[in-house]
């Protein structure tokens, strides 16, 4: 079955304490993407991945790190998370990065507590 | 900064009725696209729409495009229960520079359909 699979689902963590959350789709898409979901902001983009060993921040990229090793997986990872990162993320991919035109492929996401 | 914007924040329906939706947008766009998100779920792709269409349909979803005021409507046929959840638009930059891999989503609208 055709996915993005987003690990952990939920997470309750202190502040300061490392985090790193994982998205893998098997897809074969080039394209990759992480948003933060908040109550009354909608979804605003972290970091984006147009191919392996290429990322780029998008609108909110303070305060996280990306990488992009493997075609596969783009793991989001909190160095030193805070409670104003506390939020809902979802990962998500399509086969290029022309986004515009084409539909994007969401993972269930990830409910992040920061304490 | 949010490209679309959604309108009305909440909407809340009979089983049967027509829902409409919609967005407005602040720059020119190439394309856009509507997704819809279930309660604790990942954003699920349902229509795109180019700059040089006026309508589409999809099943029970019409969906219009007016570039000249900067805006789009969602309109599902005949609600049932299982259309409940929170719709969002999403648009490219349109001509403001590079737009390659970015994706602007609106606040969305919650949608409740009562049995």
């Known amino acids: 079955e055709a996915q993005v699979t987003q690990n952990p689902r939920y997470l309750i963590t202190v502040t300061g304490k490392k985090l790193t959350v994982t998205c893998s789709q098997n897809m074969n898409h080039e394209y990759m993407s992480w948003y933060r979901q908040d109550p009354g902001l909608g979804l605003r983009q972290i970091y984006y991945s147009m191919n392996v060993e290429v990322t780029d921040k998008g609108d909110v990229p303070e305060g996280y790190k990306v990488s992009r090793k493997e075609k596969r997986n783009f793991p989001l990872i909190l160095e030193s998370p805070s409670p104003n990162q506390t939020s809902l993320y979802f990962c998500?991919?399509?086969?290029?990065?022309?986004?515009?035109?084409?539909?994007?492929?969401f993972g269930d996401g990830t409910r992040l507590s920061i304490l | 900064s949010q490209q679309g914007e959604e309108d009305p924040q909440a909407l809340s329906i009979q089983e049967g009725e027509n829902a409409t939706m919609n967005c407005s947008y602040k720059t020119s766009i190439n394309n856009l696209q509507w997704y819809r998100q279930n309660s604790g779920r990942g954003l699920v792709h349902l229509i795109l729409?180019?700059?040089?269409?006026r309508e589409k349909h999809s099943g029970r979803l019409r969906v219009t495009l007016d570039t000249s005021k900067k805006s789009s409507s969602l309109l599902i046929t005949a609600s049932r229960a299982a259309d409940t959840a929170s719709y969002f638009c999403?648009?490219?930059?349109?001509?403001?520079?590079?737009?390659?891999?970015?994706?602007?989503f609106g606040r969305g609208t919650q949608l409740t359909v009562w049995p």
């Open positions: 998500a991919s399509s086969y290029t990065g022309d986004v515009s035109n084409q539909p994007q492929h």
């Open positions: 999403a648009t490219d930059g349109g001509d403001r520079g590079s737009t390659l891999g970015r994706l602007y």
């Open positions: 729409i180019r700059s040089n269409e």
